[in-house]
């Protein structure tokens, strides 16, 4: 009997996974981008800025679009339903094409994105595709070896990098769209396996070809510190779009800032635990969005909310942590700290209302 190596696992792996990985390439109109983020175009030179370059000088998509980003995304249904990152469509406005492994290329239609993680499902009109298999990331362990696949650097199709857990439930900020807003993303898995700008929303797999998660993001600066999302974040939107057409989650509809020693003292607040209610200061968002469920119950800016649910609120349970527990219609008891004052309040969970944005 031949023994099986380490390295034939992970040719294997490779060979059952990489059919199921797809490009996806972000395209939007010039006229629109020029209206829009006009200085996104604009490039630096002798201490002022040039004015944007024409639109032939700009990479284009095969459809004529400019190409403005892109990313990976996994097979995760025969019939064309792929699984990425949320950051990767967050444009509502932009065009999205996924090229499969075969280099078949194909428009591709958002059907949902998580309000709460970093992970988003694309529709394409394929059929009979290969597709990866889904594992339990609840049942990894730390130094479990692992294969990251995708696009690196949106240019290296078919990019694989080997490595391993490195860390379990990690929290960390990310920026998650265009106009910089930053999400605190939880319970991530960490590995030392190399994720890249453009290998984001392709898989993490076990050496058995199974995902266990959606590469997320890279510490920049840092030296073998990539972060995934938990597949069965993903398993639990699949089930909820098979359901109900849609990803469904509990929306406070708050804007905040968990506090720490430092915050407290520049704030001048009399705790430094818990999240104080702040509007953003990209385009001024206010701190609590119109017509929330936190309106309603009449939470106000400035509040510092101290528990959720009797969950005290810190640096490492955020708002959005218990939220995750909650089911919708149950009624939320949110403690807050108001002038000095702890007053308790009561909200129902609500889901997010369309077009709503930002926000907990």
Same mark, same amino acid.
Do not use: C, W
């Given at each position: ?27 939007? #109109? ?15 030179? /002798? ?23 892109? /990313? ?20 509502? #406005? ?144 699949? $089930? ?77 349970? /955020? ?31 609500? $889901? ?9």
């Amino acid at each position: 009997m031949v023994e099986t190596t380490y390295e034939d696992k992970i040719i294997t792996t490779v060979r059952k996974v990489m059919p199921a990985v797809a490009s996806i390439v972000v395209g939007k #109109d010039y006229e629109r981008i020029v209206h829009e983020r006009p200085y996104e175009l604009m490039t630096q030179h /002798g201490g002022h800025l040039d004015p944007p370059p024409s639109e032939e000088e700009l990479p284009h998509t095969a459809t004529g679009k400019i190409r403005i980003g892109g /990313g990976s995304g996994f097979v995760v249904d025969a019939a064309g339903l792929i699984v990425t990152n949320k950051h990767v469509v967050h444009d509502p #406005d932009a065009e999205y094409m996924v090229t499969t492994a075969a280099e078949d290329s194909y428009p591709a239609r958002v059907l949902a994105r998580d309000p709460l993680n970093d992970v988003a499902v694309l529709k394409i009109d394929a059929d009979g595709l290969p597709a990866v298999a889904l594992g339990n990331s609840d049942a990894i362990q730390l130094g479990q070896a692992v294969l990251a696949v995708g696009t690196a650097l949106g240019e290296f199709q078919n990019t694989v990098s080997a490595g391993i857990i490195s860390g379990l439930s990690r929290v960390i900020s990310a920026a998650v769209d265009g106009d910089g807003t930053n999400e605190r993303l939880r319970g991530l898995i960490q590995t030392d396996a190399a994720i890249n700008p453009g290998n984001s929303g392709g898989p993490l797999v076990n050496l058995r070809g199974e995902a266990i998660g959606i590469n997320a993001a890279v510490v920049y600066g840092a030296q073998n510190i990539g972060f995934a999302i938990p597949i069965n974040k993903v398993l639990r939107d699949l $089930e909820e779009l098979k359901t109900y057409g849609r990803i469904r989650r509990p929306f406070m509809g708050v804007r905040y800032l968990l506090l720490n020693p430092m915050l407290k003292k520049r704030f001048r607040l009399p705790v430094e635990r818990g999240a104080f209610v702040l509007r953003e200061g990209v385009g001024d968002r206010p701190a609590v969005v119109h017509g929330s469920a936190a309106e309603h119950a009449g939470i106000r800016e400035a509040d510092i909310i101290v528990a959720v649910n009797d969950v005290p609120i810190d640096e490492k349970v /955020g708002i959005e942590d218990v939220l995750e527990k909650v089911t919708l219609g149950d009624k939320i008891s949110v403690k807050v700290l108001r002038e000095g004052r702890e007053h308790t309040l009561t909200m129902a969970a609500e $889901e997010r209302a369309a077009g709503s944005t930002g926000g907990k």
